[in-house]
């Protein structure tokens, strides 16, 4: 993403994951560390993926470690697609490998990286949880989705027609969760990737 991008490797649950760090610029505090999940492999998902870079580009300006990597079996990541179960133990090797145990974990996802997300998040330890989530156009419609935090940051383009804006309304209505929509958008955000990032650093602010 950047020449001060550095490359990761850890030992996954089915081999050598491979992924990508990058800190915040000289001179801004470290505050945290954030994992970003990508989309879908299946459809060609990876931690290269415009909006997972986008994500790590605006965790990187509110002063997190950003970190993104492959799931097993992409991009030089060891193991085969496991529809989504090994997936989320992957994402838990990452968080187990990167998170600081005295900075703040965010996570954040995109498509079915928010799937990932939501099951990983509830699968952490009640003493270690994420500070909080980050769902971009979550893979309501096509994959098993859980509950999440109430303070949850859920961002859905209008026009996705990947996963329907219906879907996770369907998905957050039960949960009185909020869904920040942006008008005319599809799943990938083309053309608006500047105002996904200023969604997500303000949200934080």
């Known amino acids: 993403m950047s020449a001060n991008t550095q490359p990761l490797r850890i030992g996954g649950p089915a081999g ?42 605006a965790f990187m300006q509110l002063g997190y470690r950003a970190v993104r990597f492959n799931y097993r079996g992409v991009g030089g990541s060891e193991g085969e697609w496991d529809e989504g179960r090994g997936e989320v133990d992957d994402a838990l090797a990452v968080i187990a490998a990167q998170r600081d145990p005295a900075l703040p ?52 383009g209008e026009t996705d027609d990947v996963v329907p804006l219906s879907a996770t309304f369907d998905w957050a209505r039960p949960q009185s969760l909020p869904v920040v929509v942006v008008p005319g958008v599809g799943h990938f955000f083309h053309g608006q990737l500047p105002l996904l990032k200023s969604l997500v650093v303000n949200a934080w602010r």
Request: proline share 5%.
């Open 105 to 156: 974990l965010a996570l954040a996802g995109f498509s079915f990286g928010g799937y990932i997300v939501s099951h990983a998040a509830r699968r952490l330890a009640d003493d270690a949880k994420a500070e909080r989530l980050v769902l971009v156009g979550p893979a309501t419609s096509r994959f098993d989705m859980t509950t999440v935090p109430a303070d949850t940051l859920v961002i859905h």
């Open 16 to 57: 050598v994951l491979v992924g990508a760090v990058d800190e915040p610029a000289a001179g801004v505090a470290l505050r945290g560390v954030a994992v970003i999940c990508h989309p879908n492999p299946q459809q060609g998902g990876t931690m290269d993926n415009k909006v997972v870079q986008t994500l790590a580009r």
